[in-house]
């Protein structure tokens, strides 16, 4: 019995050291946001005096409200759009077997290796010859863009793999349509890899800072990501209130993971089989 436990215990403790390597950059950075002005003492150690005044001062230094509140939107949209379109591309590619399909599925397989910013340049001069620049909607047609194949790919292969035929061919006897199996019968099936659509895409959505950058210039449609980088080069000094700035950057991602971290795991791992 020994023996069959020391991998397990092993891979327990493999678990905690990466857990730890990932925790520790959020307690430092926790522990200088609460510290008050004025407090020099170890980053590790956590205040004993906890102050809010950071986040305050760091939220109206920063103009956050704004530009999280375009973050919130474009993230919005993009994400139901990604699902909505995704999911609905995917079933037929997952359901029918034709050579056209195929050739359809692997070509999006093939553009999720190419890197996006290969695409820059001509973006930006279409963009720009459209009169789209400054706009919340190209920002979410980028997104959509560059999520979709992956969007498409995690809910073929969940198709594939864990619904089966016979629910379909069921509610087809009974005189369904297409769509009508598709919305009543496959998508409320398909929650564990929506939820993992959901943390994947509106991770990299609302971290995206490349494309932000080129397109949403203005000040009145940035976004979070371009908001923190002027207040980070202006308080260098500062680091109480970047923090402060980071934590309140991140607190809305953590809590939609939380919200859906137990459909996180089955939904990717089933939607990578047979994909």
Same mark, same amino acid.
């Given at each position: ?7 397990? %215990? ?11 390597? $990932? ?26 005096? @906890?102050?809010? *005044?950071?986040? +305050? !001062?760091?939220? !109206? ?6 530009? @999280? ?5 474009? %993230?919005?949209?993009? #994400? ?12 037929? @590619? ?8 195929? &050739? ?24 720009? *010859? ?5 706009? +919340? ?22 198709? +594939? ?7 379909? !061919? ?16 496959? &998508? ?6 929506? #939820? ?52 309140? #950057? ?12 137990? $459909?996180?795991? !089955? ?9």
């Amino acid at each position: 019995m020994g023996s069959i436990n020391k991998p397990k %215990t092993l891979l327990t403790i493999v678990a905690l050291v990466i857990a730890l390597y $990932h925790l520790v950059p959020f307690y430092i950075l926790l522990t200088t946001a609460l510290k008050a002005k004025g407090d020099f003492s170890s980053k590790w150690i956590f205040p004993d005096r @906890l102050s809010l *005044d950071n986040f +305050r !001062e760091a939220w !109206e230094m920063a103009n956050l409200g704004p530009s @999280l509140l375009n973050t919130l939107i474009i %993230t919005f949209f993009s #994400a139901l759009l990604l699902i909505f379109l995704g999911s609905l591309a995917a079933y037929p @590619l997952a359901r029918r077997n034709t050579k056209l399909n195929t &050739f359809v599925y692997v070509f999006f397989i093939a553009i999720m290796v190419i890197p996006p910013l290969t695409a820059l340049v001509p973006l930006y001069q279409l963009v720009v *010859d459209i009169g789209m620049m400054n706009t +919340r909607t190209i920002a979410v047609l980028n997104n959509v863009a560059a999520y979709m194949p992956l969007t498409i790919f995690l809910y073929a292969g969940f198709i +594939r793999s864990t619904i089966p035929k016979q629910l379909e !061919e069921a509610a087809k006897m009974d005189g369904a349509s297409t769509l009508t199996i598709f919305f009543k019968v496959v &998508f409320p099936l398909l929650k564990p890899v929506t #939820a993992s659509i959901l943390i994947i895409s509106c991770v990299f959505i609302w971290n995206d800072y490349q494309f932000a950058i080129f397109f949403l210039q203005a000040e009145e449609v940035k976004t979070i990501t371009v908001a923190l980088s002027s207040f980070f080069g202006q308080n260098t000094n500062s680091l109480n209130l970047v923090a402060a700035a980071a934590l309140m #950057a991140v607190a809305p991602m953590v809590i939609l993971f939380l919200f859906l971290q137990k $459909h996180f795991i !089955e939904g990717l791992a089933s939607g990578s089989i047979k994909g």
